[in-house]
């Protein structure tokens, strides 16, 4: 994982490069004022030397201007190194996100993954800067102070210096507790931005049930989870920062009782005393940075294990032998296709048919019964248990999933709007579209007429997920996608059951004209859109029940017969 972690650098090596030699050069000027100090207090005032004096209090004086000039460049460029990184590991897994599959998607929560790329990658970005510089400039610091001292007086450091042996075990002892405890902060928060995402997003179904004491109840509930969680971590720190400076307010009673019975002894004279008493100052202070930085250590990289955990996600793989087949005829084809969910609840087994290309196909049946998995399928959203499916007599597995993709279109109830304008999200279906293509397509959708009417016309911002818009708006966009993207298979899951009846008319002549020579698989409840079909089938949930066109089914007078007159008596 660190060696991840530290590959993120290589960008920014530069930069990095420069600010460990500006974190060096300023620790080597801090070095050199207790020795200054220590000849000053020594020599120059006793013995009244004034042109030396001045002299050396000047090249102080240059030294302190340039560490000015050193501290902005570690405070500025260190800081974009950080936020540089942090886009990259952003970019890197937002990239990731996007090749991961539909299961995936399934069993995380919207706001847990984004809690994982925004706040957890903020820790991530202040350890990438300030962890090595801290590091780096409190080794420096010690040794350095370590050195001087030891010039000074050898006896009087090691004394000084036996200490550190305790604070070293001591933090080491607490690292691994802080650890546990900031991971679990990094998943409680996770569940508070899901559970807050979620209900920011429901808000008006919550509105319009009056159900806001239980989205203040849930949301309550995974917040006193955080605030619980907080409370243990921020419990192992202060056990660990009060241990530390306990320790380090003692180290100043070994430095005072020490150096005083030093000096009273004759052994060091007042100027080296002096000079000690700065040193060990500048010893503590690299010290506390050390303290600092296994804080910083702990919820950066504590961030950095969630990000990889998310990188390390199984991504959908092409085949080996996958090739990209740009266009196809439409041919599809099931055979003994079976399929399972990840709790092995079987919703497919078994399933055979043939679809010609230019022909349509109809679903109907029970809820449950696997007609929207069917088509997820097709395009490989999910993998099969057993069986195979074809296209053009192609094993789908051995098209890439991109090219299986762009030739399939899909028109589903539920309609996904990003937020944007109408030409936008019109432009999803083929991105590199002509403006003008995207106007016949949308006039294809007859939804050109409506977007006119519009202030903004194809620039009308349409919200968050499209609310500006109704549902059937919504869904003759997301028609006028398809016909841009103009695929030989289209694939029309419930596409007009969530519509009033007049809608539904002005829609069904959209699909209507939509559906001329493609290839299509249509799962409808209302009955009545797909009598046309060239052939029905039935699917139970115990697999295909009937199959045949509406007439012969009525004729058959099973399932399908008995759902078509039962939605015929509720229309009258």
């Not at 979620?198 to 319009?208: D, E, F, L, P, Y």
């Not at 999803?428 to 007859?446: L, R, S």
């Not at 966009?477 to 993207?485: G, H, N, T, Y």
């Not at 046309?532 to 004729?555: C, F, Y």
Request: aromatic letters at 12%; one cysteine or more.
């Amino acid at each position: 994982m660190i060696k991840s972690f530290i590959s993120y650098y290589k960008p920014v090596k530069k930069i990095f490069f420069i600010d460990m030699v500006c974190a060096l050069t300023v620790s080597i000027c801090d070095l050199f004022y207790p020795m200054i100090t220590r000849n000053i207090i020594n020599d120059y005032v006793p013995n009244q030397n004034l042109n030396l004096l001045i002299t050396w209090l000047s090249i102080l004086g240059l030294i302190y201007i340039v560490k000015l000039g050193l501290n902005f460049y570690i405070s500025y460029y260190g800081h974009i190194m950080g936020v540089t990184m942090q886009a990259n590991m952003r970019s890197d897994v937002f990239e990731h996100l996007q090749d991961l599959p539909f299961v995936f998607f399934d069993e995380n929560k919207t706001g847990t993954l984004m809690s994982r790329i925004i706040n957890d990658l903020m820790e991530v970005s202040e350890l990438a800067h300030h962890g090595p510089e801290d590091l780096f400039v409190s080794v420096v610091m010690i040794v350095g102070s370590f050195i001087m001292l030891s010039s000074i007086n050898l006896p009087l450091s090691l004394i000084v210096f036996s200490v550190v042996p305790f604070l070293v075990v001591f933090a080491m002892k607490q690292r691994i507790k802080m650890s546990d405890a900031f991971m679990e902060t990094r998943v409680t928060i996770g569940e508070v931005n899901a559970s807050l995402e979620n209900s920011i997003s429901g808000i008006r179904v919550s509105k319009a049930f009056s159900n806001k004491e239980n989205e203040i109840e849930k949301f309550e509930k995974n917040n006193n989870a955080f605030q619980v969680a907080r409370r243990k971590a921020y419990k192992v720190m202060a056990l660990f920062f009060s241990g530390t400076s306990f320790i380090m307010d003692f180290l100043n009673i070994v430095v005072l009782s020490a150096g005083g019975i030093f000096f009273f002894k004759g052994i060091i004279n007042f100027g080296d005393f002096a000079a000690f008493l700065l040193y060990i100052s500048m010893f503590l202070n690299p010290v506390k940075k050390l303290t600092n930085f296994i804080e910083q250590y702990q919820s950066g990289i504590t961030g950095f294990r969630r990000f990889t955990e998310l990188m390390n996600s199984e991504l959908e793989t092409d085949d080996p032998d996958a090739k990209d087949i740009p266009t196809v005829q439409g041919d599809i084809k099931f055979e003994n296709v079976t399929f399972s969910y990840d709790d092995h609840k079987q919703v497919l087994k078994n399933i055979n048919f043939n679809i010609e290309k230019g022909k349509t196909i109809a679903f109907v049946g029970p809820s449950g019964g696997g007609k929207t998995t069917l088509c997820h399928l097709i395009p490989r959203f999910y993998e099969v248990e057993d069986g195979n499916i074809f296209i053009d007599n192609i094993n789908i597995k051995n098209f890439t999933r991109k090219s299986l993709r762009k030739n399939i279109g899909i028109v589903q109830q539920d309609v996904f709007l990003f937020t944007g304008t109408i030409y936008d999200n019109i432009l999803c279906g083929k991105i590199d579209a002509t403006k003008e293509e995207v106007i016949a397509a949308a006039k294809k959708a007859n939804i050109h007429d409506f977007i006119m009417t519009m202030p903004k016309g194809y620039d009308t911002y349409v919200g968050e997920r499209g609310i500006m818009l109704s549902g059937g708006q919504k869904q003759r966009i997301s028609i006028a996608r398809v016909f841009l993207k103009n695929p030989p298979i289209l694939i029309l899951d419930e596409a007009t059951s969530a519509l009033d009846n007049a809608t539904e008319l002005l829609i069904q002549q959209s699909l209507e004209e939509l559906c001329k020579g493609r290839t299509t698989v249509v799962v409808a409840h209302r009955l009545s859109t797909i009598k046309n079909a060239d052939e029905i089938i039935v699917i139970t949930a115990s697999g295909i029940h009937e199959r045949g066109s509406h007439n012969k089914l009525i004729e058959y007078n099973g399932i399908y017969a008995e759902l078509y007159n039962s939605q015929f008596r509720s229309m009258n």
